[in-house]
């Protein structure tokens, strides 16, 4: 007990607990929808290319989630273009754009004075988050997970069958879009946290963690975010016994329990089916 | 003469240089069920897209039940049942929940069910025998079930005019007659069914009328006169005379007259 309290006199602990354990929701909320559609290369593009965006709304004074926005925007309009008018394929034109966009920020940052804050961007700053921080954090998070909640739905199906969503007179162009502008919100979300280059771990693991545990969609909702929010806690617990680095220990352990899902979860995991899969052959074997 | 519930006219649609649909026009009674027939690439999924009102056409109109396709649309009136490869069968979603997703388009903002969209999602799944599988996940089902489960979505829906690509495929001869009653059954309901199909065994017992689809409508009649073999060959190549194809040795002697 001492053990878990003693962090929390501290309170930019107690703020970075609760800094990451919000991103991690939102991003586990988000990542079940990317990884069923097949978006987590998306996931990763649109959370690098918005560092060129956050950069000019620092320089400006803008609030970071607008340039963040812009720059989505602007990312996913550059892949649809260099898609549709090139012969490049689609793996290759998110490439080259989000790298782009991001040494584009990276060179910003180059260049702008007062360059800590900002290099706090890219690898995150989990034990600097202050309090202005913590309440951008906290809008733009509980926004991106109200609509997220509240559009499930029709998100859902979008990603199962956007052809019968046109067919009942919804728009899968718009729903695919509020999707995108969502991801770019929570990628900001996350930017503080774990940083602009490990967002994407944020935006994929829980939600593939989730996926192998259950075979329902409005279970996943629960399983994924309950899933990060618990890793990402430990992650800073353990990063803060063993004095590592703490957006990344976050990460860590996120794929330490990804690995273990793999490997035991009752019905998809590796061993489990392997052993039923014997159990079969077993029982098969003395009829033949 | 009554509206007609399917009237695509005079349709053309380019893909960049390539002509998909070739001033096609179809005219479709209400209650008929149509086989539509044609080679890949023959325009097929071109002119259900266009039913749709997926793909703008560049030239004619589409009208279904006297209205804009994208009125229709709102008032849930268009039923589609995808091809199998379509579909992501391991997604998490149990068949109750995929009949669901019909009724969303008369549901409000978060599309939250009410006991009437309960009621119809039951009685649609009652209707196409799989009640006892409505918790099972969409993969877990045979071939004409995965089939039934979007024609269920369609009938919770309350869709009048429904599209079918490929029912048929992968799915046993057993499960092929289950979904043939029901469509007969929905048809008979007041249904319009449009259903674009390889499998031409299927086609008498299935369908009023057959279209054979090249671009341009070639030829629009009872499935038996389209599926004689020399008007085949025009749709599919001169080669299919030289097979022997299942069309020919198939075609339900007692079917000729009623059709």
């Given at each position: ?155 859902t199906l979008y990603a199962f069958d956007p052809t019968h969503a046109h067919a009942i007179g919804l ?91 793999y490997l035991f979860s009752p019905r998809q995991g590796l061993i489990g089916t392997r052993l039923a ?12 | ?112 069910a009410t006991k009437a969209d309960r009621a119809a999602v039951d009685e649609a799944l009652d209707r ?132």
């Amino acid at each position: 007990m001492e053990l878990l309290l003693e962090p929390l006199t501290y309170d930019f602990m107690v703020r970075a607990i609760a800094t990451t354990a919000l991103a991690a929701v939102v991003c586990a909320v988000l990542s079940c929808w990317l990884v069923l559609i097949g978006w987590s290369l998306m996931g990763d593009a649109v959370s690098h290319a918005v560092l060129p965006g956050v950069v000019l709304a620092y320089i400006v004074g803008a609030p970071f989630a607008l340039g963040a926005l812009v720059f989505a925007l602007v990312a996913v309009t550059l892949i649809g273009v260099v898609r549709n008018t090139s012969r490049v394929k689609e793996d290759a034109a998110i490439g080259i754009v989000f790298s782009s966009l991001f040494a584009l920020g990276l060179v910003l940052i180059s260049v702008t004075p007062s360059q800590t804050d900002l290099n706090h961007i890219i690898f995150g700053n989990l034990l600097g988050v202050s309090v202005p921080d913590l309440i951008q954090v906290l809008v733009l998070g509980v926004v991106a997970f109200a609509i997220l909640i509240l559009k499930r739905r029709d998100l859902t199906l979008y990603a199962f069958d956007p052809t019968h969503a046109h067919a009942i007179g919804l728009s899968p162009r718009r729903l695919g879009a509020l999707l995108l502008g969502l991801l770019a919100l929570t990628s900001v979300v996350a930017l503080q946290t774990v940083g602009v280059v490990l967002v994407v771990a944020m935006l994929i693991i829980p939600g593939a963690t989730a996926y192998l545990l259950t075979d329902r969609f409005s279970r996943m909702l629960v399983i994924a975010p309950a899933i990060s929010a618990l890793c990402s806690v430990a992650g800073i617990y353990i990063s803060y016994y063993l004095d590592t680095a703490s957006g990344a220990m976050v990460v860590l352990t996120q794929g330490v329990v990804f690995g273990a899902v793999y490997l035991f979860s009752p019905r998809q995991g590796l061993i489990g089916t392997r052993l039923a899969k014997a159990r079969r052959k077993k029982a098969a074997a003395p009829a033949v | 003469m009554s509206t007609p519930a399917i009237l695509v006219d005079n349709v053309t649609v380019h893909y960049g240089e390539v002509l998909a649909l070739d001033a096609a026009s179809l005219t479709l009674d209400p209650a008929r069920i149509c086989g539509l027939v044609g080679m890949n690439g023959s325009g097929k999924s071109t002119l259900f897209k266009v039913i749709m009102g997926m793909i703008r056409p560049d030239g004619g109109s589409v009208r279904i039940h006297g209205q804009s396709p994208s009125r229709t649309r709102r008032e849930g009136g268009i039923g589609y049942v995808p091809q199998s490869e379509e579909v992501d069968w391991q997604f998490p979603l149990s068949v109750h929940d995929v009949v669901m997703m019909g009724r969303y388009g008369h549901q409000g903002f978060t599309r939250r069910a009410t006991k009437a969209d309960r009621a119809a999602v039951d009685e649609a799944l009652d209707r196409v025998e799989l009640g006892p599988y409505a918790g099972r996940q969409i993969g877990q089902l045979s071939g004409g079930q995965k089939k039934r489960a979007f024609v269920a979505r369609g009938i919770a829906q309350g869709a009048t005019t429904m599209l079918l690509d490929e029912p048929f495929a992968g799915v046993d001869k057993r499960s092929e007659a289950t979904i043939t009653r029901l469509l007969r059954e929905l048809a008979s309901d007041g249904c319009t069914i449009l259903v674009s199909t390889h499998d031409l065994h299927a086609l008498p017992e299935l369908c009023d009328e057959a279209v054979l689809l090249m671009h341009r409508v070639l030829m629009h009649g009872p499935p038996d006169r389209v599926l004689q073999p020399e008007n085949l060959a025009r749709a599919f190549g001169l080669d299919v005379l030289n097979r022997n194809f299942p069309a020919q040795d198939h075609r339900a002697k007692p079917k000729e007259r009623t059709a």
